[in-house]
């Protein structure tokens, strides 16, 4: 059992850092369009990102247009999230 929870562990650990990495994009270079980020973060890290933006947009830390072009900007609870050091 105690292997599964360290397993969890490094996922959830995992998933918040590429949160953290799609904020500070976002703060550097926002706004960017969602498939631009999926791109982004295939190419540059092999990572699934599709959960991990779903999440953050659940959490309104990001915020994505209506439109078909999907513009995806950090939020001012975004940009509150990144000033955190521990999250």
Known sequence: ???YSHKY???YQKKRSLQREVLELLKRNSPKKWDTLHSYFARE???NIQPVLEALKD???IEVSEDIDQI???TASGLKRLEQRDH
Do not use: L, Q, S
């Open 45 to 47: 890290r092999g990572a």
């Open 72 to 74: 995806v900007r950090i």
């Open 9 to 11: 562990e490094r996922e």
């Open 59 to 61: 959490a309104r830390y």
């Open 1 to 3: 059992m105690a292997h």
